[in-house]
């Protein structure tokens, strides 16, 4: 064999023996779903949901504090209708047709939303932090992402 192709395979050989660049690590994403409320967006992460349905009617209860509305009615389940708007201090003009089902555990409750906008995933590194200690931050969009646990918390009566 001459000595041009020997110089050929051995760097052929020395090409395919490279270790192959690390494969780029996926960066952890955030399932959520974004509805609104009024001209504000907000979006829960998608292991607190448990269904996004229309409202048909609030049936309210005297005595209740006041960021719950009343009582929904969800496939047979009766759920308290929170108002996030008034549990955040928002003003209070907004009319609401969705029910976003929000569920950890054995607590369980309706939040109602004036319009949702659907499923969407984002990175958690986009998510950027919040004042607010009920939200895990804020996407570039503007999207407040609600925390799920410290809303249950705070809905819990």
Aim: no cysteine.
């Amino acid at each position: 064999m001459s000595a041009d192709k020997q110089t050929i395979l051995r760097k052929r050989a020395e090409v395919l023996a490279r270790k192959p660049p690390p494969a780029p690590v996926p960066e952890p994403q955030l399932d959520m779903i974004v509805f609104g409320i009024g001209r504000d967006r907000y979006a829960l992460e998608a292991g607190f949901v448990r269904a996004v349905v229309s409202l048909k009617e609030i049936t309210p209860l005297p005595s209740l504090p006041g960021f719950v509305r009343g009582v929904v009615n969800v496939r047979g389940d009766i759920l308290a209708a929170i108002d996030l708007g008034r549990l955040l201090g928002v003003p209070d003009d907004v009319v609401f047709a969705h029910v976003v089902v929000v569920k950890d555990g054995d607590a369980e409750f309706g939040l109602l939303a004036s319009e949702t906008f659907g499923w969407q995933s984002v990175a958690v590194s986009a998510v950027l932090p919040a004042r607010d200690s009920r939200l895990k931050g804020v996407t570039k969009q503007g999207v407040a992402v609600l925390d799920g646990a410290k809303l249950l918390e705070a809905v819990s009566v």
